[in-house]
């Protein structure tokens, strides 16, 4: 694993990590999901993917639900 992926792996954590509080656990997937979208590059976005989808054992489960929300939601803001 790459020290770029450990970092995303990490800060991913760290935003669920933050957002776990807030409400349900659908709105803390929302906010996580929300941050991710609006703050990372697709390269960030299309690595932490890449990831969930091969391994993703470090993910806490908020930034799984999050991140497996990314990979639905391009399509439908392609328009």
């Known amino acids: 694993m790459s020290n770029q992926l450990?970092?995303?792996?990490h800060?991913?954590?760290?935003?669920?990590?933050?957002n776990s509080h807030y409400g349900s656990e659908a709105e803390a997937t929302a906010r996580v999901h929300s941050h991710l979208t609006k703050f990372w590059a697709r390269s960030m976005k299309q690595q932490i993917i890449d990831?969930?989808?091969?391994?993703?054992?470090e993910l806490s489960p908020l930034a799984?639900?999050?991140i497996s929300q990314l990979q639905i939601r391009p399509l439908q803001e392609r328009g």
């Open 6 to 9: 450990d970092t995303l792996i």
């Open 11 to 18: 800060m991913a954590n760290q935003i669920a990590a933050n």
């Open 51 to 57: 990831y969930l989808q091969n391994d993703g054992s």
């Open 64 to 66: 799984r639900d999050a």
